[in-house]
């Protein structure tokens, strides 16, 4: 099965090698190599199985085009070849639809190693990418536990919550109408449980381990 290509580049350099990429597989077919979004646009409501797209055109964005290639041509797929190695403009891309994202650095025949993995339902991406994606994920990720996660009561887990918010013992008590002394010594089990001795290091530590959301 011969599978269409359409390529969206405005740097001839980068262009002509991305053509030899596709010429190097018997099974892709260029249609039609061009530098705008404006040209792309001419031919997306054509038969497009796969679009090359730069991120950044002369008259206009690629995650733009990527949005509109899965409109008007929604069996399209789509690979990002840029120069853009950055978390946001990575996230962009695939939120907006892109299954592949690879650097400009790549050979020709990586190039087109990639369109074929892409067709197959892989989504590749560039080593330096996938790395950078993983290192951000690593860093945002709440840090895991070195044994089990303590276990704290449904009171003690409400207790943490309302002080996390900034209520005082004695709001907190009167919020949830038991003693002063009774939240005292719910807060005194918590940080045994949770090995701190402060309210910082109890909020801390409860986020890292999922115990409680200060989104909530």
């Known amino acids: 099965m011969v599978h269409t290509v359409l390529i969206v580049e405005d740097e001839a350099r980068t262009r002509q090698r991305l053509e030899r990429a596709v ?27 796969l679009m090359l797209v730069d991120l950044g055109l002369p008259d206009g964005d690629g995650v733009d085009l990527i949005r509109e290639a899965r409109r008007l041509a929604p069996g399209t797929r789509t690979m990002v070849i840029t120069v853009f190695a950055d978390e946001q403009h990575v996230m962009r891309a695939i939120r907006a639809g892109a299954q592949g994202y690879l650097l400009k650095d790549g050979s020709a025949q990586y190039l087109a190693n990639a369109m ?101």
């Not at 099974?27 to 409501?45: H, K, M, N, T, Y």
């Not at 067709?119 to 089990?148: E, K, N, T």
């Not at 402060?198 to 959301?213: F, H, K, M, P, T």
């Open 116 to 216: 074929l993995e892409l067709l197959a339902g892989g989504s590749p991406i560039s080593p330096a990418i996938a790395r950078h994606l993983l290192q951000s994920v690593q860093q945002a990720a709440p840090r895991l536990p070195d044994g089990p996660v303590p276990q704290l009561s449904a009171r003690e887990l409400e207790i943490l919550s309302l002080i996390a918010k900034g209520f005082r013992v004695p709001e907190v008590a009167e919020l949830l109408k038991i003693a002063d002394r009774t939240v005292t010594t719910h807060v005194q089990h918590i940080y045994r449980k949770l090995e701190v001795s402060s309210r910082s290091e109890a909020i801390y530590e409860a986020v890292n381990l999922g115990l409680i959301d200060l989104k909530g």
């Open 23 to 49: 010429g190097r597989v018997p099974d892709l077919a260029l249609i039609a190599a061009v530098g705008s979004v404006r040209e792309a646009r001419a031919v997306l409501p054509e038969q497009v199985d």
